[in-house]
């Protein structure tokens, strides 16, 4: 029968393993570091899976399939509770199967009185999560709750040295290169906007033309989102002097 199902791009999976965590029928797992629909007959066609994927690798086709078997299903994780009852109990941090550097962590940092108190060259860091990729993060991450919105070109933290401190502090950072990364962030950026309850959206970008395209894709995304943020843009210049703040 011809239906609706997903379909999984090779190419674009980073093989975090978030879609098999988002598959409450079992259809996806992780072959060869990649995501891959084991059974047609797993996949219910809703889509749980889509918006926990980072790189936006999963979407839907319609094409020959095997009808969704709703029996299989429950049989199969009938088997899988057995089979995780009989095996020795493990730590929870073998639950994520996924790439490592793609694993989430949330950090909390100490409110220090004044930057200027820590030691020259000792400076703490100030990212306040993982991973911090754009087209890694996970759009509905528990830490874009009620959070203030850093999005950096990558450049940036090497041509300005106060980065961290006057930018990154009490922000959710996020980073990426328009020239090098494919594709357009809008389409991520809007989606973290509309799906999280963010407060506000700095961007820092180099003073180079082709960085333009974060501030863009920002700018887009808040518009998009239908949310009355308030975004703020910082320039870089190539010697690393502040050339704007906007």
């Not at 490592?100 to 999560?129: D, I, V, W, Y």
């Not at 950026?189 to 506000?200: E, F, G, V, W």
Request: charged share 20%; with cysteine; proline share 6%.
């Amino acid at each position: 029968m011809i239906r609706k199902i997903i379909h999984i791009d090779e190419e674009k999976c980073n093989g975090c393993g978030a879609c098999v965590t988002a598959c409450h029928e079992g259809a996806i797992g992780l072959v060869n570091g990649k995501a891959k629909l084991l059974r047609d007959d797993y996949c219910d066609g809703l889509g749980d899976c889509l918006p926990g994927c980072p790189t936006g690798a999963i979407t839907f086709t319609e094409r020959e399939a095997a009808a969704y078997d709703e029996q299989a299903v429950l049989e199969n994780k009938q088997k899988k509770a057995a089979a995780a009852q009989e095996a020795p109990a493990q730590p929870a941090a073998s639950a994520f199967h996924g790439c490592p550097g793609s694993r989430m962590h949330q950090f909390h940092r100490e409110e220090a009185a004044a930057p200027a108190a820590a030691a020259p060259g000792c400076q703490p860091s100030q990212l306040a999560q993982w991973p911090c990729q754009i087209k890694l993060v996970p759009v509905n991450a528990p830490y874009f709750a009620g959070a203030k919105l850093l999005v950096a070109a990558d450049c940036t933290a090497y041509a300005y040295a106060n980065v961290h401190q006057e930018f990154m502090r009490g922000k959710v950072t996020l980073i990426g290169c328009p020239k090098l990364d494919e594709g357009d962030y809008s389409e991520k950026l809007t989606a973290i906007l509309a799906q999280n309850d963010i407060r506000s959206v700095t961007v820092v970008r180099m003073a180079v033309p082709c960085c333009g395209g974060i501030q863009r894709a920002a700018e887009r995304a808040v518009s998009a989102s239908g949310k009355p943020l308030s975004l703020h843009t910082v320039i870089v210049g190539t010697d690393g002097t502040l050339l704007r703040q906007a």
